[in-house]
Structure formats: C-alpha cells, structure tokens
C-alpha cells in the first residue's frame, strides 16, 4: 500500500464538552453548534450523512443537504423514487449524522422520517436555481443509464420542454421531515477519551446521558 492506513491519526485537542456546556434542549444545542460551524467557515456544514435501511435489513448511507430546521425537526429534499426515497417510505427509520470534522465534533440524530406536504415541497423548489429544477426534472435518481451523454440529452430535452416557461415540481419529487428521538453530541478529546453527550426523548422533554468514548 502507498501509506500506512492504520498509523493515520491526530490528537484531539481543540475542546471539550462538558454537561454544563449544554443547551436546554438539543435543538438549541445544535443551533449553537451548527453557527459556529457556519462562522469556522467549515464547507457546507448543512451536509449529513443520512442512513437508511430496506425491508431487507440492507443498510446504505449518502450525504444528502439540511434544508429545513424547526420545533418538529430536520427536513430534506429528494426524488421520491430514489433508492433513499424508497426505502424511507417502506421504513421510516433513520440516521443522520453532521461529520463536522475541522471543529472535531460530530452530531448523531436517530428518528423517524415523514413526508413532508406538497405545500412545502413547492415552496422549497420554487427557491431552487433553475439548473437545478430542471436536473430534477432530467435525472431518474438511482436508476442506471446508458453514460453520460443520456444524462446530457435528457437535460437538453427538459430544457427545450420548459424553455420561457416555469419549471413544474416533477411528479416524483418530495422531501421528508425527520423527528429526532435522540441526539449525540460528540466532541473530541486527547487520547480517544471523547466526549459523547445524548438527549434522549422523555416524554415531553429531554433527558441527557454520557457514554463513555
């Protein structure tokens, strides 16, 4: 091999994250967290790793983008017949996961994913650039094709379809809105003594744990 894989490491040395530190509530823990992310300057740090599983007991994740944040939780936009739209609508389980890595923290979100209404797809695609409205429109998400050039030509043809006119919400596309039922909050620490940090659903709040690294 070109390196040794298992003698890449760093210390973690930035911070701590004590029980003091936190917010009320994990929502505005996250909020806290997610700002400085954003003032770091860390790229997209609305990206997350969203986690499925299929009425098969497969797992898969991919990086999908926050695009919604509130009271009832985290939502996201997708083609509904993608392999994550599929499996979310047959099992609404799910992970998500914010691999903040320059600030050395994580955050863990285990929920439940609900579609989220027409009303509120609409509003989010009408915010779109129009390049991408009319890659929704073009891409049969997670479905092979032919090569690149397919792709290219379907794109042309959506182009051509909607030309000086409004890009329509594709039949397909939606968005879910994921309710956390737990939220780690990781923090790095020397020697791989990390701090974790969960708020756990509790009737109609919260209850915070540590576990150990």
């Not at 994913?113 to 915010?127: D, I, K, P």
Request: glycine share 10%; charged share 25%; net charge negative.
């Amino acid at each position: 091999m070109d390196q040794d894989i298992a003698g890449l490491r760093r210390e973690y040395v930035d911070g701590g994250l004590a029980e003091d530190d936190l917010a009320p509530d994990p929502l505005a823990q996250f909020r806290r967290w997610f700002h400085e992310a954003g003032a770091a300057g860390l790229y997209e740090p609305n990206a997350m790793v969203l986690s499925t599983v299929s009425l098969e007991g497969q797992p898969s994740s991919r990086m999908v983008l926050l695009k919604g944040l509130g009271e009832e939780g985290l939502q996201f936009f997708t083609n509904l017949a993608s392999r994550k739209g599929e499996e979310l609508l047959g099992n609404p389980r799910c992970a998500l996961l914010f691999p903040w890595h320059p600030l050395e923290r994580q955050v863990r979100i285990d929920g439940t994913a609900t579609r989220l209404s027409q009303e509120r797809v609409e509003e989010y695609f009408a915010s779109r650039p129009r390049g991408s409205m009319l890659g929704a429109h073009a891409s049969r998400q997670s479905r092979p094709v032919a090569g690149r050039e397919e792709l290219q030509s379907a794109l042309e043809a959506v182009a051509e379809r909607y030309q000086g006119r409004d890009v329509p919400v594709p039949e397909e596309w939606g968005g879910f809105l994921v309710r956390p039922e737990s939220w780690e909050f990781w923090q790095g620490r020397p020697g791989r003594m990390h701090d974790r940090l969960v708020y756990r659903a509790d009737g109609d709040g919260w209850t915070v744990q540590r576990l150990a690294p």
